[in-house]
C-alpha cells in the first residue's frame, strides 16, 4: 500500500511538471508571438522565426469588420499543431512591390505653425522680471498655430505681432499633444531690447540628411528616415507645412566610435526630388516629381515587400550610401525580432558585419537611418537607430511599419 502510494504521488510529480512545463512553454511563445499580423491573401500563415508554430484552422477563422476596415480574422497558433499558445489577429493585403533605394537625400522642412523651444524672463523698465509666455500657460515643445486669427508659418511674423501689439493681450492658438486650444499673451516692454517682448524662442523650419528608404514607381510616394524628425531641443515631433526632398552628396563619413556617434555629412545639390507630405512616427513620406521618379526608378529592381512574419533571425542586407550618391548593399545581420515592441520604430536589433562598411563608417551613423534592409529577396525593413556604446549596431523597424503610411 505504501509502495503504491509513492507511486502515485511520483506520477502525480510527474504530471504537475509536464503541465508546469507545457505551459511555461506556452507562456513563452505567447509573449513572443506577434499579436496581430497582415498575410497576402489566400496565403497560409508561417512566423519564419518561429518554424515549430502553425495555424491548422485558418479558413474556419471567425470573421470581423470595423467599418470600412479590411477583413480581420482571429485565429489561434499552436505549438506542433497540437499546443495552443496565441489567438492572433489577421488581415489579408496584398503586399505593395516597391523600389528600395539607399540614396541620401536633404530634408527641409517648414513647420505647421512655430515650436517654442525656450522660455526666458524679460525684464521690464522697472526692473522687473517676469515670463509672459510662461504666465499665459505656454511651456517648451508648444506649437503656436495663429496668433490673433492670423496662421503662422515663420517666426518672425510672430515676434512681428508681438513687438507692434504695444502691450495689449494676443490671442494665441496652441498645439500641445494633439490638443488645441488658446491662450492669452500679454507681452511684456523689455528696458534691455526697448520693444515688446513675449518672453520665448520659437523655431518655423528644419533641416537635415536622411536616408530615402523606398519608392512605390506606380504612384511615385516615397518613404524616408524610419523614424521621426523631432526637434532637437524639445525633442517634439514637427509639424509639417510643407517641405522638400532634394539631392544630396555625402563628402564625408565621420566614423562612429564607442560613445560617439558618427556622422554622414555632405551638401544639398541643384534640383528637387519632390515634395515632404508627412513626418510620422515611422519616418517622412512625399512625393516625388515625374524627372525623379524616371531618374531614381529606371532599371531599379522591385522587390515585394516582406510583412514581419516573413523576417528571421540570420542574414541580410543594407543598401546605403556612404560616399558620392550612389548606394551600395552591405551585409549585415538581424540579431533579435520584437514582434511586440511598443516602440514602432525598434522593431529588430541588428550587427553590421561587412568589412568594407566597418572600414568605411565603423558601423551604423548619423544619416544612415532609412537605409532598406533586404532578406531572402524582400525589403523588410529599415535601419532606424545606433547604440552610442556600439556603433557596430542598433534598431531596424518593420517595413510593413512604414508601408502602412503609403496613401496607395
Not at 493585403?93 to 523651444?117: N, Q, S
Not at 516625388?288 to 515587400?305: A, F, P, Q, R, T
Request: proline share 4%; charged share 20%; hydrophobic share 35%.
Amino acid at each position: 500500500m505504501q509502495l503504491k502510494r509513492k507511486i502515485i504521488r511520483s506520477v502525480g510529480a510527474l504530471l504537475s511538471a509536464a503541465f508546469l512545463c507545457v505551459f511555461g512553454t506556452a507562456g513563452y511563445y505567447s509573449s513572443k508571438l506577434p499579436s496581430a499580423v497582415t498575410i497576402e491573401p489566400a496565403s497560409q500563415l508561417k512566423i519564419a522565426e518561429y518554424p515549430e508554430i502553425s495555424c491548422s484552422a485558418y479558413q474556419d477563422a471567425v470573421i470581423q469588420t470595423s467599418g470600412g476596415s479590411p477583413e480581420t480574422k482571429q485565429v489561434t497558433l499552436s505549438l506542433f499543431g497540437a499546443i495552443p499558445v496565441k489567438s492572433v489577429s489577421v488581415t489579408e493585403k496584398e503586399a505593395p512591390v516597391l523600389i528600395p533605394c539607399g540614396y541620401p537625400f536633404g530634408i527641409k522642412l517648414l513647420m505647421d505653425g512655430v515650436m517654442v523651444t525656450e522660455l526666458g524672463a524679460v525684464t521690464d523698465i522697472s526692473g522687473n522680471t517676469s515670463c509672459p509666455a510662461e504666465d499665459a500657460g505656454i511651456v517648451t515643445g508648444d506649437i503656436i498655430k495663429s496668433a490673433n486669427g492670423e496662421a503662422l508659418v515663420s517666426n518672425s511674423r510672430l515676434q512681428e505681432i508681438i513687438s507692434q501689439s504695444g502691450g495689449r493681450e494676443i490671442s494665441l492658438l496652441v498645439s500641445r499633444n494633439d490638443t488645441e486650444f488658446t491662450v492669452q499673451l500679454r507681452p511684456v516692454f523689455s528696458e534691455k531690447n526697448n520693444m515688446w517682448r513675449g518672453g520665448m524662442w520659437v523655431r518655423d523650419s528644419i533641416a537635415g540628411i536622411g536616408t530615402m528608404t523606398f519608392i512605390n514607381k506606380e504612384t511615385g510616394e516615397f518613404a524616408g528616415l524610419g523614424h521621426p524628425i523631432c526637434d532637437s531641443d524639445t525633442g517634439g515631433l514637427v509639424p509639417v507645412y510643407s517641405g522638400e526632398a532634394v539631392p544630396v552628396e555625402i563628402t564625408e563619413a565621420r566614423r562612429g566610435e564607442k560613445g560617439i556617434p558618427g556622422e554622414l555629412r555632405g551638401s544639398f545639390t541643384s534640383g528637387t526630388y519632390g515634395i515632404l507630405e508627412r513626418n510620422s512616427s515611422c519616418g517622412v513620406f512625399g512625393r516625388l516629381n515625374e524627372e525623379s521618379i524616371k531618374k531614381l526608378c529606371g532599371d531599379s529592381c522591385e522587390y515585394v515587400m516582406g510583412y514581419r512574419q516573413d523576417i528571421t533571425t540570420g542574414e541580410a542586407e543594407i543598401l546605403t550610401t556612404v560616399s558620392g550618391k550612389t548606394p551600395e548593399k552591405y551585409k549585415i545581420e538581424i540579431e533579435s525580432i520584437d514582434f511586440n515592441s511598443g516602440e514602432s520604430t525598434k522593431n529588430m536589433v541588428i550587427r553590421i558585419t561587412d568589412k568594407r562598411l566597418l572600414k568605411k563608417s565603423g558601423g551604423i551613423i548619423q544619416g544612415m537611418s532609412g537605409s532598406p534592409i533586404i532578406q531572402n529577396g524582400r525589403l523588410v525593413g529599415a535601419v532606424t537607430h545606433v547604440f552610442v556604446a556600439d556603433p557596430t549596431r542598433g534598431y531596424a523597424v518593420f517595413a510593413d511599419n512604414m508601408a502602412e503610411y503609403l496613401d496607395g
